[in-house]
């Protein structure tokens, strides 16, 4: 069953500078259960989709259209008070910064108690304090009893993103967006947070969006991947294809820019070049100023998606079926 | 936390110390004669008037006795008798001190109140007329002359609109009521007397602003601006996530935080206008502190002035004392060691 379908999802920003295309033209779904990442370098959307997602992104200087259906609900026609029902309880959303991301004067306890206390009226103070205990018991945190008084600055970073991740599991959550939950962690709570995520997933049938620009750690956690380049998709499949064949010249640079144990000697090599500045977008394909297969069609139209005949998306020349395919594979 | 406290205590007897130190340093630097200021013309013609008051109030000793003679009073509690009221200066200063004690607070609690109330709106009405308006009256309450405002106000409240009393603590027709601690809203809600509280309470609300807009001016500004940087934290966002509505984001997560400094400014704010109060106390006719400070200073009147010091710099460290306790109480991050 699909939980999530977003649909043509544009999302600009209007500053003095200009009209800022964060996110253009997304689509993408996500069935009840299932993990998809979503990967790409910084400034390439990513949070902003996520937070369109979680209704957190309202200003008077951003547009969004397109549609999102979430479990039967357009949530981009919700109000504001429709929405709030639904944030923090059957979608909820941990962040990159453990660090910053709780509120230092309140105790742990009471931040894990708040969504419970907000969306479950029917739930007293003391059923609540007793959920969120055990709560801190699920993520993995020793003599929560004690923990659940004590106050952030009184715990490591993995802790503070296990008390995150209770808070964005203290309801019924269907969706669990991860925005980089692991970015800022030593490599082996990195580990540590994936395999809780990973477990509570399975226990509770619930639906992931991890987004990252760590390909590594799609590999742990997700079925499918979404690669994003200046607010696009440009490569949509399944996990292992991506790992196995690469299809963009994209997401290849960005598997080549991962260390590998396995193979003895190979060069890494960082994909050259930056991310174009958002006001200042090349024309044709935007990545085509950093690709070595770009050819003159690719500077001046923009290509599609086009969808393999295995289900694969790949938003690049090489693979409409056209001439350009041989060249491609003359330069491999 | 307790030995914070012995601590900070032990540093008030040290500042002490120097304040009396220092006082009694400047007033003799002053090139003035406190014979000339105390005595009348006919009296200071005669030199046995003059030897006599020199001998009784120790003016003809050593200005190094003079200070030694002073320590040892102060140790005692003494604080010297007044030249120009002529009692202990310890009573004199007992006997002012509430008024100005309950004129600082009526200040500090519009200023607090009013600020953060003011600051709160500012931040969540950013850029809007509202926001404008308030910030405005801020910047003028930091930049306006206090004694320019006193008048402007009692002029336009008092006189032509009628709506506050004249200057004065209490209605001329009425009689300060004896005992009690002094503090006037205080005695007469105890005793249950509430025309005489509403008396008060109207009489303190023109010299309490005006003593209270200048620190109002500055808990705004620092409210508004720590406001709008806590609502763009990271936790902020969490609270969001949470599906908290803005209302509740702001008094159960923003603003506790933004507090935090705003405490500072508070306690800047508060010794701010106990300075602020000789000429709001002048203006305002008003028996306190300030005023005997002011008519101390007029006469000379040394051990006055020495005990007015004193007392201001006790009340200064107790503020800051109990603006590190708030710290503590507030954010739970706070050690004392
Ligand atoms: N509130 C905003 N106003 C204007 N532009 C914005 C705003 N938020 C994001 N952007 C722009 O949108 C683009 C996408 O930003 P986003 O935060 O989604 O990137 P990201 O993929 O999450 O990057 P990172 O990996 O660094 O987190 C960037 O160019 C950014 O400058
Ligand atoms: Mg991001």
Same mark, same amino acid.
């Given at each position: 069953?699909?939980?999530?379908?977003?649909?043509?999802?544009?999302?600009?920003?209007?500053?003095?500078?200009?009209?800022?295309?964060?996110?253009?033209?997304?689509?993408?779904?996500?069935?009840?259960?299932?993990?998809?990442?979503?990967?790409?370098?910084?400034?390439?959307?990513?949070?902003?989709?996520?937070?369109?997602?979680?209704?957190?992104?309202?200003?008077?200087?951003?547009?969004?259209?397109?549609?999102?259906?979430?479990?039967?609900?357009?949530?981009?026609?919700?109000?504001?008070?429709?929405?709030? @029902?639904?944030?923090?309880?059957?979608?909820?959303?941990?962040?990159?910064?453990?660090?910053?991301?709780?509120?230092?004067?309140?105790?742990?306890?009471?931040?894990?108690?708040?969504?419970?206390?907000?969306?479950?009226?029917?739930?007293?103070?003391?059923?609540?304090?007793?959920?969120?205990?055990?709560?801190?018991?699920?993520?993995?945190?020793?003599?929560?009893?004690?923990?659940?008084?004590?106050? #952030?600055?009184?715990?490591?970073?993995?802790?503070?993103?296990?008390?995150?991740?209770?808070?964005?599991?203290?309801?019924?959550?269907?969706?669990?967006?991860?925005?980089?939950?692991?970015?800022?962690?030593?490599?082996?709570?990195?580990?540590?947070?994936?395999?809780?995520?990973?477990?509570? @997933?399975?226990?509770?049938?619930?639906?992931?969006?991890?987004?990252?620009?760590?390909?590594?750690?799609?590999?742990?956690?997700?079925?499918?991947?979404? *690669?994003?380049?200046?607010?696009?998709?440009?490569?949509?499949?399944?996990?292992?294809?991506?790992?196995?064949?690469?299809?963009?010249?994209?997401?290849?640079?960005?598997?080549?820019?991962? #260390?590998?144990?396995?193979?003895?000697?190979?060069?890494?090599?960082?994909?050259?070049?930056?991310?174009?500045?958002?006001?200042?977008? #090349?024309?044709?394909?935007?990545?085509? #100023?950093?690709?070595?297969?770009?050819?003159?069609?690719?500077?001046?139209? *923009?290509?599609?998606?086009?969808?393999?005949?295995?289900?694969?998306?790949?938003?690049?020349?090489?693979?409409?079926?056209?001439?350009?395919?041989?060249?491609?594979?003359?330069?491999? | 936390?307790?030995?914070?406290?012995?601590?900070?205590?032990?540093?008030?007897?040290?500042?002490?110390?120097?304040?009396?130190?220092? $006082?009694?340093?400047?007033?003799?630097?002053?090139?003035?004669?406190?014979?000339?200021?105390?005595?009348?013309?006919?009296?200071?013609?005669?030199?046995?008037?003059?030897?006599?008051?020199?001998?009784?109030?120790?003016?003809?000793?050593?200005?190094?006795?003079?200070?030694?003679?002073?320590?040892?009073?102060?140790?005692?509690?003494?604080?010297?008798?007044?030249?120009?009221?002529?009692?202990?200066?310890?009573?004199?200063?007992?006997?002012?001190?509430?008024?100005?004690?309950?004129?600082?607070?009526?200040?500090?609690?519009?200023?607090?109140?009013?600020?953060?109330?003011?600051?709160?709106?500012?931040?969540?009405?950013?850029?809007?007329?509202?926001?404008?308006?308030?910030?405005?009256?801020?910047?003028?309450?930091?930049?306006?002359?206090?004694?320019?405002?006193?008048?402007?106000?009692?002029?336009?409240?008092?006189?032509?609109?009628?709506?506050?009393?004249?200057?004065?603590?209490?209605?001329?027709?009425?009689?300060?009521?004896?005992?009690?601690?002094?503090?006037?809203?205080?005695?007469?809600?105890?005793?249950?007397?509430?025309?005489?509280?509403?008396? $008060?309470?109207?009489?303190?609300?023109?010299?309490?602003?005006?003593?209270?807009?200048?620190?109002?001016?500055?808990?705004?500004?620092?409210?508004?601006?720590?406001?709008?940087?806590? !609502?763009?934290?990271?936790?902020?966002?969490?609270?969001?996530?949470?599906?908290?509505?803005?209302?509740?984001?702001?008094?159960?997560?923003?603003?506790?935080?933004?507090?935090?400094?705003?405490?500072?400014?508070?306690?800047?704010?508060?010794?701010?206008?106990?300075?602020?109060?000789?000429?709001?106390?002048?203006?305002?006719?008003?028996?306190?502190?300030?005023?005997?400070?002011?008519?101390?200073?007029?006469?000379?009147?040394?051990?006055?002035?020495?005990?007015?010091?004193?007392?201001?710099?006790?009340?200064?460290?107790?503020?800051? !004392?109990?603006?590190?306790?708030?710290?503590?109480?507030?954010?739970?991050?706070?050690?004392?060691?």
């Amino acid at each position: 069953m699909t939980l999530l379908k977003v649909e043509d999802l544009t999302i600009k920003f209007k500053s003095r500078q200009g009209v800022v295309k964060a996110v253009d033209n997304l689509n993408f779904e996500l069935a009840q259960g299932s993990s998809l990442g979503i990967v790409g370098e910084s400034g390439s959307g990513k949070s902003v989709t996520s937070l369109t997602i979680m209704g957190l992104l309202q200003n008077a200087n951003t547009e969004i259209t397109g549609n999102i259906d979430f479990d039967g609900l357009d949530l981009l026609k919700l109000s504001p008070n429709e929405m709030r @029902k639904i944030r923090g309880n059957s979608i909820s959303m941990i962040f990159q910064e453990p660090m910053t991301s709780l509120n230092p004067l309140h105790t742990c306890g009471k931040q894990i108690m708040e969504p419970i206390l907000i969306h479950q009226k029917e739930v007293s103070k003391q059923e609540a304090k007793k959920h969120a205990i055990e709560l801190l018991r699920m993520v993995g945190i020793p003599s929560p009893e004690q923990r659940f008084h004590e106050y #952030p600055h009184q715990m490591s970073g993995g802790m503070r993103q296990r008390i995150m991740i209770a808070i964005a599991l203290a309801c019924n959550t269907k969706l669990l967006i991860a925005d980089e939950p692991t970015t800022a962690l030593d490599v082996t709570i990195q580990a540590q947070i994936l395999d809780l995520m990973n477990s509570l @997933k399975k226990k509770r049938d619930m639906s992931i969006i991890m987004i990252t620009h760590d390909l590594g750690v799609v590999k742990e956690m997700c079925e499918k991947v979404v *690669v994003m380049y200046t607010g696009q998709i440009v490569e949509k499949s399944p996990t292992e294809l991506v790992f196995a064949d690469p299809l963009h010249p994209y997401t290849k640079g960005l598997l080549n820019a991962i #260390p590998k144990i396995s193979n003895k000697v190979e060069r890494l090599e960082a994909i050259e070049g930056t991310v174009p500045d958002a006001l200042n977008m #090349p024309s044709g394909c935007s990545f085509h #100023p950093r690709c070595k297969y770009a050819t003159e069609k690719c500077t001046l139209e *923009v290509p599609t998606l086009f969808q393999l005949e295995d289900g694969r998306e790949v938003k690049c020349f090489i693979y409409d079926g056209s001439e350009k395919g041989d060249d491609v594979n003359a330069a491999k | 936390m307790l030995r914070f406290i012995a601590r900070r205590l032990l540093f008030l007897l040290f500042l002490l110390f120097g304040v009396a130190l220092f $006082v009694f340093i400047l007033s003799h630097l002053v090139p003035s004669d406190p014979v000339a200021a105390n005595l009348s013309q006919s009296a200071l013609n005669n030199p046995e008037i003059v030897a006599a008051f020199k001998e009784k109030w120790g003016l003809d000793q050593s200005l190094f006795s003079q200070l030694l003679l002073y320590f040892q009073h102060l140790l005692t509690g003494d604080l010297g008798t007044s030249i120009r009221t002529g009692r202990p200066v310890f009573d004199d200063l007992m006997q002012f001190f509430p008024a100005t004690l309950e004129l600082s607070i009526v200040a500090m609690v519009i200023a607090l109140v009013l600020g953060i109330l003011f600051g709160t709106i500012s931040a969540i009405f950013r850029n809007k007329a509202i926001d404008h308006i308030i910030r405005t009256v801020s910047i003028s309450g930091v930049s306006i002359p206090s004694f320019w405002f006193a008048l402007i106000m009692l002029n336009i409240f008092s006189s032509v609109l009628g709506i506050t009393p004249g200057p004065g603590r209490i209605d001329t027709r009425t009689t300060t009521p004896e005992g009690g601690t002094g503090l006037l809203l205080l005695d007469s809600f105890i005793s249950g007397n509430f025309q005489l509280f509403s008396d $008060v309470a109207m009489h303190l609300i023109l010299p309490g602003t005006v003593l209270g807009f200048f620190t109002m001016g500055l808990i705004a500004r620092q409210t508004r601006s720590n406001l709008l940087e806590v !609502l763009s934290m990271d936790y902020v966002r969490t609270a969001r996530s949470k599906g908290l509505k803005e209302s509740a984001i702001i008094v159960k997560h923003a603003i506790s935080n933004a507090m935090i400094p705003v405490i500072t400014v508070a306690g800047i704010g508060f010794c701010n206008l106990l300075g602020g109060m000789v000429l709001v106390e002048n203006i305002f006719a008003w028996p306190g502190i300030g005023q005997y400070a002011y008519l101390s200073a007029v006469s000379l009147d040394f051990p006055a002035i020495c005990g007015v010091s004193l007392l201001i710099a006790f009340i200064y460290v107790v503020i800051n !004392l109990l603006i590190d306790i708030l710290y503590g109480v507030i954010d739970p991050r706070v050690r004392y060691e």
